[in-house]
């Protein structure tokens, strides 16, 4: 089972590879996620299971909504947990933060993604034409009302 830790800027050279790995063309890089790791109202956390990275995921807090940057978890480590678990985590983050909403961007041809946010309670809002470049693939806008809501699994990503 993954845990969750803070990332820090020893974890960057993982984070590239694994960036690659999962996004190709459209991957950050190594400067880009460094920013994002030290960015103002940013918080990032690493799935690890062992001392071994599996997953990876961040949030922005503005004040008033939260939105998830990335979440993304290693080939061999997908469909087993690692991505509900962190998602749980940067919801719970984004309540103790008191955002009102939580906001994220998927490409409407990810289907495992759509089902993790869906059943997180997430509602499709509106679609970004060619919002992901290079591929020029479209996203869907989603939403997470916080205000009175609780999420469906346990911080640990273990149903309740």
Same mark, same amino acid.
């Given at each position: 089972m993954a845990t969750l830790r803070p990332? +820090? #800027?020893t974890d960057l050279p993982v984070? &590239? =590879?694994m960036e690659r790995e999962l996004f190709g063309a459209g991957a950050w890089s190594r400067a880009m996620l460094a920013e994002e790791l030290d960015g103002p109202g =940013?918080?990032?956390v690493g !799935? +690890? &299971?062992g001392d071994v990275l599996v997953g990876y995921a961040g949030l922005w807090f503005d004040g008033i @909504? /939260?939105?998830v940057m990335t979440i993304g978890t290693t080939t061999h480590r997908q469909g087993g947990g690692v991505g509900r678990l962190m998602l749980g985590a940067l919801v719970q =983050? !984004? =309540? @103790?933060?008191g955002a009102d909403a939580v906001l994220l961007e998927v490409r409407v041809d990810n289907e495992p993604a759509l089902r993790l946010y &869906?059943? /997180? #309670?997430f509602e499709r809002m509106g679609l970004r034409r060619g919002y992901y470049q290079p591929e020029n693939k479209d996203a869907w806008t989603m939403r997470l009302a916080l205000a009175g809501v609780t999420t469906g699994g346990r911080a640990d990503g273990r149903d309740a």
């Open positions: 990332l +820090v #800027g984070l &590239e =590879r =940013r918080w990032y !799935a +690890v &299971e @909504d /939260a939105q =983050r !984004a =309540r @103790d933060l &869906e059943r /997180a #309670g």
